[in-house]
């Protein structure tokens, strides 16, 4: 089946970047779908980060746009996020999860596949 | 983008139904058909329970259903489960390829 797991620094200083790589395992990062980033910050609700296609094009939530980068390694069938400037604010459990792109398959349009979340704290 | 709101909590007893509302604006829940419903488990990823408003995944129980109604999206789960206990999240596509969750809703199963 498929699944997702992230990985990266548990850990990063105020004014650093955020560098979180998900692992993709029965299915291709090449395949029709958006790999996403969802965050969670301690005791609050889920926020869209962002996504990318294999094709490269990427999606991102204007509120972060300015320090988020979402890349792709077909190679090593994973995808990454990097998150620069961080602060306290952005402390938060990580998801990656997977779109489904194509209409008319189960689950279109929503996150059907989530890893298991990493936390990271922004902390000096 | 501001986020899609939810009550902070709903309850109800073993076999009863509840529904928990996802208001959004004319921007997002408004004009596409593109809400999904998640239920999230303590220290869990969240698992998604409809989609496009109100299909159902295979292997999610036919108690849930999702509906919609202008800028309102609902999820509602009948006959009440211990197991249905947790938080849950509304999604929608938001315009500008963006999407937006809600604020989540924690559901209690007295």
């Known amino acids: 089946q498929v699944q997702l797991q992230e990985s990266g620094p548990g850990l990063v200083k105020p004014s650093g970047t955020l560098s979180l790589t998900c692992a993709v395992s029965g299915d291709s990062v090449s395949s029709s779908m958006w790999w996403t980033w969802v965050r969670q910050p301690p005791g609050k609700g889920l926020e869209w980060i962002g996504e990318?296609?294999?094709?490269?094009?990427?999606n991102y939530n204007p509120s972060l746009k300015s320090r988020v980068t979402i890349s792709v390694d077909k190679s090593k069938n994973q995808f990454s996020l990097k998150l620069s400037s961080v602060t306290a604010a952005d402390t938060a459990v990580y998801y990656c999860?997977?779109?489904?792109?194509?209409?008319?398959?189960?689950?279109?349009?929503?996150?059907?596949?989530w890893g298991q979340g990493t936390m990271v704290t922004v902390s000096s | 983008q501001s986020a899609l709101t939810q009550p902070a909590s709903v309850s109800g007893s073993p076999g009863q139904s509840i529904t928990i509302s996802c208001t959004g604006t004319s921007s997002d829940v408004g004009s596409y058909n593109i809400v999904s419903w998640y239920q999230q488990h303590p220290g869990k990823a969240p698992k998604l329970m409809i989609y496009e408003g109100s299909k159902r995944p295979s292997g999610v129980s036919n108690r849930f259903s999702g509906s919609k109604s202008g800028n309102t999206a609902s999820l509602t789960i009948s006959g009440l489960q211990a197991e249905d206990e947790g938080h849950y999240y509304c999604c929608s596509y938001a315009g500008d390829s963006t999407f937006v969750f809600g604020g989540g809703t924690k559901l209690t199963v007295l």
């Open positions: 999860a997977r779109r489904i792109a194509v209409a008319g398959t189960v689950g279109f349009d929503a996150f059907d596949i």
């Open positions: 990318i296609y294999h094709s490269g094009s990427t």
